[in-house]
């Protein structure tokens, strides 16, 4: 994934997570901290920017160890480093916890993610729980419940708290650049064990409403693999009450080769419904039996009515992306 592009990811969809209480800071605190941000900006940018490998791994290590000195700090879970636009900052929506997250690119074949979770503490002391990537060393990422020690790296942009009997439940969205060819976006679940630690990954997947069998989805942790350049949605919808993503197809007719899929125009999604993502095939579908339809602004007239032109235009374009893609010639 090109710099800029990663970049525009984290400034738009990161900054809006604020702490809970920037008051608990005094001002001089607020000084002492930015200036201990100030000296992490420059590497945080270098951890994506510099040209050479050495330079973005040393970068890399420098930041770790510059911040997690800052965090140890009182009362530095309310401080929100909104500088550090090339790291992720999210809080959770009941700010019980934040967490960092971010990736190096160690050559151009393999991209690397870390992370750290900070937990809100009474007193303001410092309990964090750092993130071993182990991704790159597993066949089978969606697989099995995993701990801070083996967990499946991402860059996380969205936390979506939701509790079933009790149970505070938060599923993360997350991106992770893949391969030369092609990225993932992950959804991930995230819960904690009655010692206060991270869990990652659960029951808490359900692809029974599906009447066609697709390839078959693991139950613990959710993600889809497309071509690199594919702009892809995979996002929660607030006013849906769910999460939102492109469904994909081949551009080759070879749907197992990831690197060739790209959004048809149609959309899946999960609902949460009795503890579980109930995954939705369809997802206008699914609405249209809530009497709700939400349309594409560009499909709406300057009335807010339905432009019937431009709809039909929008679902002759949906069917011509379905067509199988013709062979050109001097392809087997």
């Not at 000084?31 to 050495?54: C, H, M, T, W, Y």
């Not at 505070?168 to 064990?193: A, C, H, P, Q, R």
């Not at 692809?207 to 995979?234: G, H, L, M, P, W």
Request: net charge positive; hydrophobic share 35%.
């Amino acid at each position: 994934m090109r710099p800029f592009i990663f970049l525009s990811l984290i400034t738009v969809l990161f900054i809006a997570n604020l702490p809970v209480s920037a008051q608990m800071l005094t001002s001089v605190q607020k000084k002492d901290f930015a200036k201990r941000e100030d000296s992490l900006k420059p590497l945080a940018d270098n951890i994506v920017f510099a040209d050479q490998p050495g330079q973005r791994l040393k970068s890399d290590s420098n930041f770790t160890r510059i911040l997690v000195r800052a965090l140890k700090e009182k009362n530095s879970f309310y401080y929100s480093f909104d500088s550090l636009q090339t790291i992720s900052r999210l809080y959770s929506p009941d700010s019980a916890f934040r967490i960092f997250t971010w990736q190096i690119k160690k050559d151009e074949y393999i991209y690397l993610q870390r992370g750290a979770i900070q937990m809100r503490t009474p007193d303001g002391s410092l309990k964090l729980f750092g993130l071993h990537d182990v991704s790159m060393f597993t066949a089978k990422a969606r697989d099995s419940v995993r701990t801070i020690n083996n967990w499946i790296g991402a860059v996380y942009y969205r936390i979506i708290l939701k509790t079933y009997n009790n149970k505070k439940i938060y599923t993360l969205l997350g991106f992770d650049d893949y391969t030369i060819s092609s990225n993932k976006k992950w959804m991930e679940v995230l819960t904690f064990n009655p010692n206060g630690e991270p869990v990652f990954g659960g029951p808490y997947f359900s692809f029974k409403d599906d009447s066609i069998k697709k390839e078959k989805q693991a139950t613990v942790r959710f993600n889809i693999e497309y071509k690199k350049e594919a702009n892809t949605r995979f996002n929660y919808d607030p006013e849906m009450d769910m999460i939102v993503y492109d469904e994909l197809i081949s551009e080759t007719e070879e749907p197992d080769r990831k690197s060739t899929l790209v959004p048809d125009g149609d959309f899946e999604g999960f609902k949460w419904v009795d503890g579980k993502w109930l995954h939705v095939p369809k997802v206008f579908n699914y609405v249209l039996k809530d009497g709700q339809f939400p349309q594409d602004e560009k499909l709406l007239d300057e009335t807010g009515g339905v432009d019937e032109q431009k709809l039909m235009q929008q679902t002759d374009k949906n069917l011509q992306k379905k067509q199988p893609a013709k062979k050109t010639k001097g392809n087997n």
